[in-house]
């Protein structure tokens, strides 16, 4: 069972815009303002696309967006494209552990 | 560019043993923190350890600690992973990491990520 909860599956068609959310708790996405959000393509490897809540990594493009509410993180995803078809993960910096925690991923379908 | 590139996995039997290596190009190495991932076949991510630039700290995820042993060869530009003991549950693609920032006592933020390399651990 992963630390941070998120749906396992979520699904838009182009063009649209499609939230992911993950929800931790008050040790880890509730207290601190790092949660960061990774995507990884079958067979990939896992890429940064938001870190601190809201930042975005040289070269990420502006359609990727992060927010926080209390223990809830979400990563919106806006013009949906097919490259966008992929496994998003969430992660937070925690008390609990010395290491970030992660999300269980969503899977991202773009109809 | 930031590059990433994992050696060393493989089929180990129960209670073996395996090091994983990592080479990495692009930036200066000694300044950054970097990691080791794993991912379970058909699973999540599991960050397992981590070890700052000076490798004056090093980080395990409690599932690992006392088990893997993470090191790092400044003049090499490579980080290894240890792995001892090694159990069923290990399986799993390793990925190697740029970590973003690892303070006194803890890390976060995964900049850049090799392609893995896969340990299976079967009888």
């Known amino acids: 069972q992963s630390a941070l909860t998120q749906p396992a599956s979520v699904s838009g068609s182009p063009g649209q815009s499609i939230t992911i959310s993950c929800t931790g708790t008050?040790?880890?996405?509730?207290?601190?303002?790092?949660v960061s959000w990774y995507q990884q393509h079958p067979g990939g490897a896992p890429k940064l696309i938001i870190y601190?809540?809201?930042n975005r990594p040289s070269g990420i493009s502006n359609r990727f967006s992060g927010s926080k509410s209390g223990n809830r993180a979400s990563l919106t995803i806006s013009g949906l494209q097919a490259e966008d078809e992929a496994d998003y993960y969430c992660s937070s910096y925690t008390s609990s552990t010395p290491l970030e925690v992660f999300g269980g991923g969503t899977k991202l379908t773009v109809l | 560019e930031v590059q990433l590139l994992e050696s060393g996995g493989g089929l180990v039997q129960p209670g073996g043993s395996l090091r994983l290596s990592c080479g990495a190009s692009?930036?200066?190495?000694?300044?950054?923190?970097m990691g080791w991932v794993r991912q379970a076949p058909g699973k999540g991510l599991e960050w397992v350890s981590a070890i700052r630039g000076s490798a004056d700290k090093t980080f395990y995820a409690d599932s690992v600690k006392g088990r893997f042993t993470i090191s790092r060869d400044n003049s090499k530009n490579t980080v290894y992973l240890q792995m001892d003991s090694l159990r069923v549950e290990d399986t799993a693609v390793y990925y190697c990491?740029?970590?973003?920032?690892?303070?006194?006592?803890?890390?976060?933020?995964?900049?850049?990520w090799g392609q893995g390399t896969l340990v299976t651990v079967s009888s």
């Open positions: 990491a740029k970590v973003g920032y690892c303070g006194g006592g803890s890390c976060r933020r995964l900049e850049y």
């Open positions: 601190d809540v809201t």
């Open positions: 692009g930036f200066i190495f000694s300044d950054y923190a």
């Open positions: 008050s040790t880890d996405v509730g207290r601190y303002n790092y």
